[in-house]
């Protein structure tokens, strides 16, 4: 049968924490900012834009950010590795029919670039999209689930009528992913392919 599944990129598939800290703080010391690690891993997921204003004088935000779409793919990308389980999550909605759907904050060019690094293939990406507006994607695609880490990925599974898979291989807790509209809440995606038998078999 034909399905779609969204997924979150970063922390859900791929551990992407120490390359996007790594190129945080290069934009961030470029600009003449200073990024403590700390306090920046709890907020990985949100919007670039949002999270640099929480390190950067207003009037230098743009820069930093471009700085930081600059040296991404230099600190960022090579530094990303698959998160246990993610590899066997695509292939088990693929080898099932269905179509796999990566909904991210980043631009769609730097999530083609982890993706090609850590050797998944998807059917189609879609970025700077958040919350609601990752919703507004996994409408557009028909999901019928979408998995993440972050609270945003299941307001966007509610906004969009998908089943909300949370992971807590981020920063946020069951508790957390719970409040924000979890249906299922993993550790990480290792029993995600024998969640998804009984899910399919309930679309049918």
Known sequence: MSF???????LTLVDSADGITA???????RVGAHIDPA???????????ETMARFVPANSIQAAVDHYREVYPRLGVPASKLLPGAADAVSAVTAK?????????KLAAAVRLVLDHVGLSVAAVVGERFAETKGDALREYGAAAHVGDHPGDMIGARAAGAYAVGVTTGSHDD????????DV??????????????FVAGLS
């Open 39 to 49: 306090e920046l891993r709890p907020l990985i997921g949100l919007p670039l834009p």
């Open 23 to 29: 190129s945080y703080v290069e934009a961030a010391r």
């Open 97 to 105: 029919g269905g179509r796999v759907v990566v909904v991210s904050a």
């Open 185 to 198: 809440v993993f550790p990480d995606l290792l029993d995600f392919p024998y969640w998804l038998d009984d």
């Open 4 to 10: 779609v599944v969204g997924f979150d990129l970063d």
């Open 175 to 182: 508790v957390a992913l719970r409040e924000a509209g979890a």
